[in-house]
C-alpha cells in the first residue's frame, strides 16, 4: 500500500511539472480510454435475442361495426296521374297532413272538357239505345205475328222470312248500341277520375318529408307518374339501413341490440333493436368492419335497426356510426396479436395450425404450441390451448427480425 501510495505521490509531481498544453493532452488521452473501455464493456454485455410476453386472463369482444342512413319506416310515394299545369299548393316542408287533405290542385280545364264531351257521349248513346230498343221491340213484335200467321198458310214464307230478317238486324242494332253505352259510360268513369286525380289528395296520415313541385311547373303524365311528395307515416319510430359484409352478417342476429353515434350528438351513444337481417345482396366498395374481418369491396348485406324517436331528436338522412357486439366473452386467455404472427427466423417449417412459441428455462431454441383462437381484437386475441396457462412467457418478437405483418384477412398468418 505504501509503495503505492510512493508511485501515485511520483505521477502527480511529474504531472505538476508537465506544461499545460501537455496537461490538456493527457486528459484527452485518459478520457478516450474511459470511453473505449465502456464500449467495449457494452458490446460484451449480450443483447436479449427475443422479446417477450405473458399470458393474461381478461374480458374481449367481437365488434360489428357499420353505418347507415336514419330513415322512416314507412313512407309513401305521392304523383300526379293527369298531365297539366299545378295551379296551387296547400303544403310545404314538415306539413302535418290527414289522410283525404287536399294537398294540390293541377289545372282541370282539359279534363274537365274530356268529362263534359264524355258525359255528352254518354247522353247520346242512351238515346241512341232507346230508339233502336223501340225498333227491335217492333221487329220482334212483327216476326211473332208473321210465323203465327204462317203456321195458319195466311202468308207466303218469302214474307216471314223478310221479318226474320228486319229482327235479326234489329237485335244487331241493339247490341250495338247497348255495347255504345257501355264504352260511353267507361269513357265517362275514366274522364271522372281524371277530373279527381287533378286534386292531390293525401292518401294517409303523416308528414311532407319532400316536396318536389312549384305553382306554375306542368307536369307530364306518362309511362311514369310523375312524383310531387314524400310522407312518413311516423316519425316517432324510425329505423336504420346498415350495409354489412358477408365476412360479418353470419354473427349477427334478429333482436340483437345495437348501439350508434351522430355527428349532431357527438357526446351521446343511442340504442336499437336489430329487426331484420335481409337475405338480398350487393356489392360495394365500403363495407362494414369488425376486427376479425377487413374492409373491402365486395358482397354486402342489409341489416335494419328499429330506433325509438319519441324525443324527436332524429331527423330523416343523418348517418348512424353503428356499433353491434355479437360477442362478449370473460376471463379468457389473451395474449397479444404480434404473438400469433410470430415465427423464429431459424424456423423453416410450415405449420397448417396456428400456434405461440414459448422458450423454456435452459433450453436455447424456442418450443410451438399449438392454439385454437377465439375473438380477435385490435390488439389482442383469445386463445384456448391445454399447454398454455395464466402468467405464462411466450415470445412476441425477435430482436433482429421484429415484426412480421398480418396476412390480407387481418388474421395473425400461421407459422
Known amino acids: 500500500m505504501t509503495k503505492i501510495k510512493n508511485i501515485l505521490t511520483k505521477c502527480w509531481t511529474w504531472i505538476k511539472g508537465l506544461r499545460w498544453w501537455l496537461k490538456i493532452l493527457l486528459l484527452l488521452i485518459l478520457a478516450a480510454l474511459i470511453f473505449g473501455g465502456v464500449r467495449m464493456f457494452k458490446k460484451s454485455s449480450p443483447r436479449p435475442q427475443y422479446r417477450f410476453a405473458k399470458v393474461e386472463k381478461g374480458d374481449i369482444k367481437d365488434i360489428v361495426e357499420a353505418s347507415g342512413p336514419l330513415a322512416p319506416i314507412n313512407t309513401t310515394e305521392v304523383g300526379a296521374l293527369v298531365s297539366g299545369e299545378i295551379l296551387k299548393i296547400y303544403v310545404d316542408f314538415n306539413s302535418q297532413v290527414k289522410k283525404g287533405d287536399l294537398m294540390a290542385l293541377i289545372d282541370p280545364t282539359q279534363v274537365q272538357a274530356d268529362f263534359d264531351q264524355a258525359q255528352a257521349s254518354l247522353s ?28 195458319k198458310n195466311y202468308v ?38 281524371d277530373l279527381d286525380n287533378t286534386r292531390i289528395i293525401a292518401p294517409i296520415d303523416g308528414i311532407v318529408l319532400s316536396k318536389k313541385v312549384s305553382e306554375g311547373q306542368s307536369l307530364t303524365s306518362g309511362y ?48 336499437g333493436i336489430i329487426r331484420q337481417v335481409r337475405t338480398n345482396y350487393g356489392s360495394s366498395s365500403s363495407s362494414s368492419s369488425s376486427y376479425s374481418s377487413s374492409s373491402s369491396s365486395g358482397t354486402t348485406y342489409t341489416v335494419v335497426i328499429d330506433v325509438d324517436n319519441t324525443e324527436g331528436k332524429f331527423m330523416p338522412g343523418m348517418t348512424a356510426t353503428i356499433t353491434i357486439v355479437t360477442q362478449d366473452k370473460k376471463d379468457v386467455l389473451l395474449v397479444p396479436n404480434e404473438a400469433l404472427r410470430f415465427s423464429p427466423s ?62 390480407n384477412s387481418g388474421r395473425p398468418r400461421r407459422r
Open 124 to 151: 247520346s248513346a242512351k238515346e241512341d239505345l232507346e230508339s233502336v230498343k223501340m225498333a227491335y221491340n217492333l221487329a220482334q213484335s212483327n216476326l211473332k205475328r208473321y210465323q203465327t200467321l204462317y203456321k
Open 156 to 193: 207466303a214464307k218469302t214474307d216471314l222470312e223478310q221479318y226474320e230478317l228486319s229482327f235479326i238486324n234489329a237485335k244487331s242494332n241493339l247490341n250495338s248500341s247497348e255495347a255504345r253505352v257501355i264504352q260511353a259510360q267507361a269513357s265517362l268513369e275514366r274522364a271522372q277520375k
Open 224 to 271: 311514369s307518374t310523375p312524383e310531387m311528395f314524400t310522407l312518413a307515416q311516423d316519425l316517432t319510430k324510425m329505423q336504420i339501413e346498415a350495409k354489412v359484409s358477408e365476412a360479418d352478417v353470419v354473427k349477427i342476429q334478429e333482436g340483437q341490440e345495437a348501439s350508434f353515434t351522430l355527428d349532431g350528438y357527438p357526446d351521446e351513444k343511442f340504442k
Open 346 to 407: 431459424t424456423n423453416t417449417e410450415k405449420y397448417t395450425t396456428t400456434g405461440v412459441w414459448t422458450l423454456e428455462k435452459g433450453q436455447s431454441q424456442p418450443k410451438r404450441v399449438d392454439v385454437s383462437i377465439g375473438i380477435i381484437s385490435d390488439k389482442k386475441t383469445e386463445i384456448k390451448s391445454d399447454d398454455i396457462q395464466e402468467g405464462q412467457t411466450i415470445i412476441v418478437s425477435e430482436n433482429k427480425q421484429g415484426v412480421l405483418p398480418m396476412n
